[in-house]
């Protein structure tokens, strides 16, 4: 194999599913991660087949149907007045298209499922990562308390605002969207019955947008809203909202989609951020993974997607015994790099259409969903495959 032990920064989707593709593929890894426990934190996510696919590899399945909710109907578009559905996906298509269902879980759901695939003696917690050293013969991790950790190659999964990005590109802040995502896990016996089906369903109204599904099982309903952020620019997973100021965005739509705001314990709120796509993802025996390297906005639900993939195809390259590290990781960036880009560009063309004010452009949009089947033509997303798509490469 081209590396014995992979160092990895982050313990987040990105990181855990590289060191459970790594592990699987023989090597040692080791995670580090800066929080000092994994807490259940987050939101919903859509585990479309591109991802489904390679949990299955890992074994992670049946665990996947145990905690996730599989859908029946996926991007159903309603218009925000009066509820009535735009367009709608029937998913008993995406396993018949693409070999896969397609899922929704808690963000927390997904990540256990993960760290039950790596050594539970690899994962470190409370280790902050501050930046590397390297040379011909191996690379070092440094630690905020003053350690280092070595190995033959360091993966910077350590999120949008990634230290490690920095001895990868030149750094700089990421670029401040001006939206905000609201968040919020609604008890499905506080929904209405609209939002406890199976189905993924997005409301567009002028200016904003929200998605709601269910989660763990059907007890919840994962509701995700994104509007003007105004002067809010606070970007955290810890940052607290109020289920009033949601609802005032939202008043005066549709009857059911308030009701489930009305639902909403407690809201998360938070800014969005975004990056351009770099140019680079690798530095000798460093390389970027997941949100260090393409962070995405949520519009084309592939965050997480993405990052297993990168996962997955990292694994295959680092395990090849024919080349050394940075050969091995140029190669995971000549596979990955233009994948994710065309994924994260469209996810960014996504925000225009679901935000166009009532008048002759929505109309045209909305004629255009009722004569349009999107699952038709994603099949270069849904199909593919980020192991096999490495190993061609070779």
Same mark, same amino acid.
């Given at each position: 194999?081209?590396?014995?032990?992979?160092?990895?920064?982050?313990?987040?989707?990105?990181?855990?599913?590289?060191?459970?593709?790594?592990?699987?593929?023989?090597?040692?890894?080791?995670?580090?991660?800066?929080?000092?426990? !994994?807490?259940?934190?987050?939101?919903?996510?859509?585990?479309?087949?591109?991802?489904?696919?390679?949990?299955?590899?890992?074994?992670?399945?049946?665990?996947?149907?145990?905690?996730?909710?599989?859908?029946?109907?996926?991007?159903?578009?309603?218009?925000?007045?009066?509820?009535?559905?735009? !367009?709608?996906?029937?998913?008993?298509?995406?396993?018949?298209?693409?070999?896969?269902?397609?899922?929704?879980?808690?963000?927390?759901?997904?990540?256990?499922?993960?760290?039950?695939?790596?050594?539970?003696?690899?994962?470190?917690?409370?280790?902050?990562?501050?930046?590397?050293?390297?040379?011909?013969?191996?690379?070092?991790?440094?630690?905020?308390?003053?350690?280092?950790?070595?190995?033959?190659?360091?993966?910077?999964?350590?999120?949008?605002?990634?230290?490690?990005?920095?001895?990868?590109?030149?750094?700089?802040?990421?670029?401040?969207?001006?939206?905000?995502?609201?968040?919020?896990?609604?008890?499905?016996?506080?929904?209405?019955?609209?939002?406890?089906?199976?189905?993924?369903?997005?409301?567009?109204?002028?200016?904003?947008?929200?998605?709601?599904?269910?989660?763990?099982?059907?007890?919840?309903?994962?509701?995700?809203?994104?509007?003007?952020?105004?002067?809010?620019?606070?970007?955290?997973?810890?940052?607290?909202?109020?289920?009033?100021?949601?609802?005032?965005?939202?008043?005066?739509?549709?009857?059911?989609?308030?009701?489930?705001?009305?639902?909403?314990?407690?809201?998360?709120?938070?800014?969005?951020?975004?990056?351009?796509?770099?140019?680079?993802?690798?530095?000798?025996?460093?390389?970027?993974?997941?949100?260090?390297?393409?962070?995405?906005?949520? !519009?084309?639900?592939?965050?997480?997607?993405?990052?297993?993939?990168?996962?997955?195809?990292?694994?295959?390259?680092?395990?090849?015994?024919?080349?050394?590290?940075?050969?091995?990781?140029?190669?995971?960036?000549?596979?990955?790099?233009?994948?994710?880009?065309?994924?994260?560009?469209?996810?960014?063309?996504?925000?225009?259409?679901?935000?166009?004010?009532?008048?002759?452009?929505?109309?045209?949009?909305?004629?255009? !969903?009722?004569?349009?089947?999107?699952?038709?033509?994603?099949?270069?997303?849904?199909?593919?495959?980020?192991?096999?798509?490495?190993?061609?490469?070779?």
């Amino acid at each position: 194999m081209s590396a014995a032990r992979v160092v990895i920064a982050g313990g987040g989707i990105g990181g855990l599913a590289a060191a459970a593709f790594l592990s699987r593929a023989g090597l040692e890894v080791s995670v580090h991660e800066q929080t000092a426990e !994994f807490r259940e934190i987050g939101a919903g996510l859509v585990v479309a087949p591109n991802l489904v696919r390679l949990l299955r590899r890992l074994g992670l399945a049946a665990r996947l149907a145990d905690v996730g909710v599989r859908l029946e109907v996926g991007w159903e578009f309603r218009r925000w007045q009066d509820g009535r559905v735009l !367009f709608a996906q029937q998913l008993e298509r995406s396993a018949e298209m693409y070999g896969e269902d397609t899922w929704v879980v808690h963000r927390a759901d997904l990540l256990e499922l993960l760290r039950s695939a790596v050594p539970a003696e690899a994962v470190h917690l409370g280790q902050r990562a501050t930046g590397v050293e390297q040379d011909d013969d191996g690379i070092r991790l440094q630690l905020a308390d003053g350690t280092a950790v070595e190995g033959d190659a360091v993966i910077g999964a350590d999120g949008i605002h990634s230290v490690l990005r920095g001895a990868v590109t030149t750094p700089g802040p990421p670029r401040y969207s001006g939206l905000c995502a609201w968040r919020s896990l609604v008890p499905a016996d506080a929904a209405p019955e609209l939002a406890r089906r199976p189905a993924q369903t997005l409301w567009l109204g002028p200016g904003r947008h929200l998605v709601h599904y269910p989660v763990s099982s059907g007890r919840l309903v994962n509701l995700v809203a994104f509007t003007p952020a105004g002067d809010f620019d606070v970007e955290s997973w810890e940052s607290r909202g109020r289920v009033e100021d949601l609802a005032a965005e939202f008043a005066g739509w549709d009857p059911r989609l308030t009701d489930l705001v009305a639902g909403a314990g407690e809201v998360g709120r938070w800014a969005l951020l975004d990056r351009d796509p770099i140019p680079t993802w690798t530095a000798g025996r460093l390389a970027l993974l997941g949100d260090a390297a393409h962070p995405m906005v949520p !519009f084309f639900a592939q965050g997480a997607g993405q990052a297993v993939e990168d996962a997955a195809a990292l694994a295959v390259c680092l395990s090849d015994p024919g080349a050394t590290v940075p050969e091995a990781l140029a190669r995971y960036q000549a596979v990955r790099a233009p994948r994710a880009t065309r994924v994260q560009t469209a996810s960014r063309g996504r925000q225009g259409s679901h935000h166009l004010p009532d008048g002759p452009e929505q109309q045209t949009r909305d004629a255009a !969903f009722a004569g349009d089947d999107p699952l038709a033509h994603n099949e270069w997303l849904y199909s593919y495959d980020a192991e096999e798509a490495a190993r061609t490469a070779r």
